[in-house]
């Protein structure tokens, strides 16, 4: 999504957020400081921690007796609210991150990852965003320009990172076969 919005608006207009907590891995922190790098666009870096733990503290009871997803969807609410907050002060539009494989089955949050003016992924399916971002490091490295998606980011299983050791094939099926079953149900009918 960095990278397109990058080619849409400019660099310039970009303005990347990473929003650590004590579920983001140091490999994607360094990936988020190395794709805002490669663009050449602002970064903010807002860690989440006192803020997912005063909402805990809040929602302590409701947290204790009801669905563990309710916990594990206050981090992505919270990252939401900042995302909606700068883009708001800086009269900017906050761009969402979800793809069609997400959307499809509901494995995004509203409020959280589902914020946003446009979704650039929004119609392509997760393997589809796979194959989208080799081919915008391989214009990148024809250009002579550092890869924007890091080696890291293709490589490690997909994560939400709103638990510890959470992976998407906890819940999903490999994207490959979620694939497979989504074309034949969304496209073909």
Not at 4 to 21: D, E, F, H, K, Q
Not at 82 to 101: D, E, F, H, I
């Amino acid at each position: 999504c960095t990278v397109i919005a990058a080619r849409a608006v400019g660099p310039a207009n970009v303005l990347g957020l990473s929003m650590p907590s004590r579920h983001s891995s140091q490999h994607s922190i360094d990936d988020a400081v190395a794709t805002a790098e490669a663009l050449g666009i602002e970064m903010l870096s807002i860690p989440i921690n006192e803020l997912h733990d005063e909402a805990e503290e809040a929602l302590a009871e409701e947290l204790d007796s009801g669905d563990p997803v309710a916990a594990e969807n206050l981090q992505a609410r919270i990252r939401g609210m900042l995302v909606m907050g700068a883009a708001n002060a800086r009269g900017s539009m906050a761009v969402a991150t979800g793809n069609k494989s997400e959307l499809a089955v509901g494995y995004c949050t509203l409020y959280g990852d589902m914020n946003g003016g446009y979704a650039p992924l929004g119609d392509l399916y997760k393997t589809e965003v796979y194959g989208l971002a080799e081919a915008l490091n391989a214009e990148a490295a024809t250009l002579g320009n550092p890869s924007p998606i890091t080696e890291s980011t293709m490589t490690k299983p997909p994560s939400g990172e709103l638990a510890p050791g959470q992976m998407d094939e906890d819940l999903l099926p490999p994207y490959e076969v979620l694939y497979a079953i989504l074309v034949a149900r969304i496209e073909r009918g």
